[in-house]
């Protein structure tokens, strides 16, 4: 009698993260990237939904008041937050 054993499959489904003629500099983005959802390189008010800290602290974060965090704008909430 065989016994046939059935290892779990695994099934990788490789999502090709293509960076179209962007090179990467720089992965140190304190997850701007991932809350950037359309990848336009700002932050709208929604998308730092996710980031309760960013969300909170928008318009004071928005230095320029053009109702998108920057990277840079977004980089200054991070040195802040970790400053402490
Ligand atoms: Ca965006
Ligand atoms: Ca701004």
Do not use: C, H, R, Y
């Not at 059935?6 to 701007?32: C, P, R, W």
């Not at 991932?34 to 004071?60: H, M, R, V």
């Not at 704008?73 to 040195?79: G, V």
């Amino acid at each position: 009698m065989k016994k046939i054993l059935l290892v779990g499959l695994g099934v990788f489904s490789l999502s090709g993260i293509t960076m179209a003629g962007e090179a990467m500099k720089t992965n140190t983005d304190n997850g701007f990237t991932a809350l950037d959802i359309d990848k336009n390189g700002t932050l709208s008010q929604a998308e730092t939904k996710s980031n309760p800290t960013a969300s909170e602290n928008f318009a004071s974060l928005d230095t320029d008041k053009d109702g998108n965090l920057s990277k840079a704008e977004f980089d200054a909430m991070n040195a802040l937050t970790q400053a402490n």
